[in-house]
Structure formats: C-alpha cells, structure tokens
C-alpha cells in the first residue's frame, strides 16, 4: 500500500535561519507531489507541485523554493525565514493521471519566532 | 470572489442533527470534485468525491449541481465525531483549489 512520510512534525526556527522539510512516499511511483501551505484559521495555499523529478512549478512567489531530487522525494527549503513563514506545511501525492483526491502527509507545524 | 467559497460556519448542532453544508466555484470549467475532512492540527482527509449524479456513504450524502456550480453535503443523524472542520474541494488540470472550511460542533 501506498505511504507518505512527512517530517519533522513540529519545528520551531529563528527569522533569518535556513529550513528544510522532507516528504516521502513510498508504494507507488511517478507520483505527482504537491506542497501546501495552511495559516491558522485559514484554507490551504498551494506552493509548488511537481509532476517528475527535477520538474518543479511554483505557484506563489516567495521565500521559499522546492526540488524533487528522486522520484518520490519532495524537499521544501528556504534559505531565510521570515516570521510570515509560520504554518502548517503539508505534503500532498497524487497518482500521475489520477483524478481521485490527494492523500496527505501528516505536516509540519512550523513556528518561525 | 474567491475561487471557492463556503460558509465558515460554526455550525453548533446536537447529536442525531441533520446538518447541510454549502460551497460554490467560480470556474465552470472545473472537472473534480471532493469533500474533505479536517481534525483540528491535523492533515486533512479525503470524506468522499462528488458526482453529478450525487453519491452517498452512509450518513453522508454529496450533490454537485454543475449549472449552479454548487456542492453541497449532507450530514444524518450527526455524531460527537464528526466534529471538525469540512473542506470543498475543486480541481481543473492542474489546478486544485481548497475552501477555506466550515467547522462543526456535534455536541451531547
């Protein structure tokens, strides 16, 4: 069966300071990834997705950046954070073709302070 | 107007309550559609898709109605369970855009 890792679950970094979240699925392959972002009280915002390895669209610009470095591996990385970099960060996998719902990772509480 | 939009509730109700919750798009070119279900600082998680025809799973029932570009869902016969906020979903290609949420309480 099809898996998605998704760590650390909380983390908590100072403004200016780099971040890197990890987001792996495991059983299946070609999968198409996706990164949300959720702010307290509001709805998810897409980030980036990606539909293979080394192909990464960027939906919002800002502080951040993604790369898919193996088939099912999606890194989230920022060089500095800023404090509006604090959410709730989510993985998110889809089969390639497939129009059925995402299946998400279980986040990342980011606190930035 | 937003892409997707629904009632942010909350919606208080007791147990064994009845309770519809509404969501309208914007884009009628839009292809899927799902409902969502959020536990409060956790990921969310697929309830059902939503066909034209409408589609049930239990307590739940899903409407989508493509003229209108609106989806409702409905909860029977509510439980302290189902407490926790419902996301509407639409996608078109690539795009997926995520409701912002109606919350509800079921309590005793």
């Known amino acids: 069966s099809q898996t998605i890792h998704q760590w650390p679950a909380t983390l908590v970094q100072p403004v200016g300071s780099p971040l890197s979240l990890e987001c792996t699925v495991e059983?299946?392959?070609?999968?198409?990834l996706y990164w949300y972002r959720q702010a307290a009280g509001r709805g998810l915002q897409l980030l980036f997705y990606?539909?293979?390895?080394?192909?990464i669209s960027s939906e919002v610009p800002q502080n951040l950046s993604a790369s898919r470095p193996q088939d099912r591996q999606f890194i989230l990385s920022s060089k500095k954070l800023l404090l509006s970099d604090s959410g709730f960060y989510l993985c998110?996998?889809?089969?390639?073709?497939?129009?059925?719902?995402?299946?998400f990772g279980s986040g990342t509480r980011l606190t930035v302070v | 107007r937003k892409e997707v939009e629904q009632d942010p509730g909350p919606f208080n109700v007791p147990e064994g309550a009845t309770v519809a919750f509404n969501c309208t798009y914007s884009?009628?070119?839009?292809?899927?559609f799902f409902w969502y279900r959020q536990d409060c600082r956790k990921e969310p998680k697929l309830l059902m898709s939503?066909?034209?025809s409408g589609n049930e799973d239990g307590r739940f029932t899903a409407q989508l109605n493509r003229a209108s570009q609106y989806i409702s869902l409905l909860i029977r016969d509510s439980k302290l369970s189902d407490s926790a906020t419902y996301l509407c979903?639409?996608?078109?290609?690539?795009?997926?855009?995520f409701g912002a949420g109606t919350r509800l309480f079921v309590k005793a």
């Open positions: 990606s539909v293979g390895i080394g192909q």
């Open positions: 998110a996998w889809i089969p390639q073709g497939n129009g059925g719902g995402y299946t």
């Open positions: 979903v639409v996608r078109g290609g690539f795009k997926t855009i």
């Open positions: 059983g299946t392959s070609n999968p198409n």
């Open positions: 939503v066909y034209s």
């Open positions: 884009n009628s070119a839009s292809q899927s």
